[in-house]
């Protein structure tokens, strides 16, 4: 290398790259000089590239097998289930897909019962207030044509159907029927002197009512008068004709 010594500079660039690639002034480069431009003159570059360390394959694989990324890892299907996920039935081993089904059985079971439970009172309660109306039928409109039964299936779907102000209007027009059928019922009983074997109707119902009261004598003779007008309807068809005709009279 030949060296230049004692020179007198005029002028100094401060350049990137130098244009002479064998000047070795450098005050200050940007760009860093290749083994190429390095080299001596009676070097040859192949004859660095021979010198230049071979690189090791297995130090490759080791950084090109760290600088990859890891492969996302899959939760477990224990862990789908306690996170509330529900993995592919594929997926859920036997132990724990018998454990969900045994689960879900359990579910449906004590769904079942409170379903059940739920019908059971609702009967329970149809049959409570059947029986309050049936009682308040035979207390309320004794009178009326039709049985206790009868009478309290019709009071229960009043009250069920309408407001209980409406209900209650309904059920006082019914008592004040009754009441005019009570009394219309009460001219008729004792009227054997009129009536008695002479074959009239309003005769045989108070011979029927007699049979009735002797069978159950904590029955008035209202009552009584009442349920042989039931129990015979074509007696007391007979009788509200006859006692029409007497009324045209």
Not at 33 to 46: G, R
Not at 86 to 91: F, I, N, W
Request: net charge neutral.
């Amino acid at each position: 290398m030949n060296k230049l010594r004692n020179i007198v500079l005029d002028r100094v660039d401060l350049v990137p790259e130098g244009s002479n690639p064998a000047s070795h002034v450098v005050l200050m480069k940007s760009k860093a000089p290749t083994k190429e431009e390095t080299v001596k003159k009676d070097e040859k570059v192949e004859d660095v590239k021979k010198d230049e360390p071979k690189p090791d394959p297995k130090a490759e694989e080791k950084v090109e097998k760290k600088d990859d990324p890891k492969p996302e890892e899959k939760p477990k299907p224990e862990e789908k289930v306690a996170k509330g996920d529900t993995p592919p039935a594929d997926e859920i081993p036997a132990s724990i897909r018998k454990r969900l089904e045994d689960q879900d059985a359990a579910i449906a079971k004590a769904n079942k019962e409170a379903s059940d439970a739920r019908e059971e009172a609702r009967v329970e309660k149809h049959k409570r207030e059947t029986a309050e109306f049936v009682t308040k039928a035979k207390v309320e409109i004794p009178h009326l044509t039709g049985t206790d039964v009868e009478k309290g299936a019709v009071l229960q779907t009043l009250f069920g159907k309408l407001e209980k102000a409406d209900a209650d209007k309904v059920l006082t027009l019914l008592k004040t029927g009754d009441t005019a059928v009570g009394s219309l019922l009460g001219t008729e009983i004792g009227k054997r002197g009129e009536g008695n074997g002479d074959g009239s109707a309003v005769s045989d119902l108070n011979e029927k009512a007699d049979e009735i009261k002797k069978a159950d004598p904590k029955l008035s003779k209202a009552q009584a008068f009442k349920k042989a007008c039931e129990a015979n309807p074509d007696i007391y068809r007979r009788y509200t004709k006859e006692r029409d005709e007497k009324r045209v009279q």
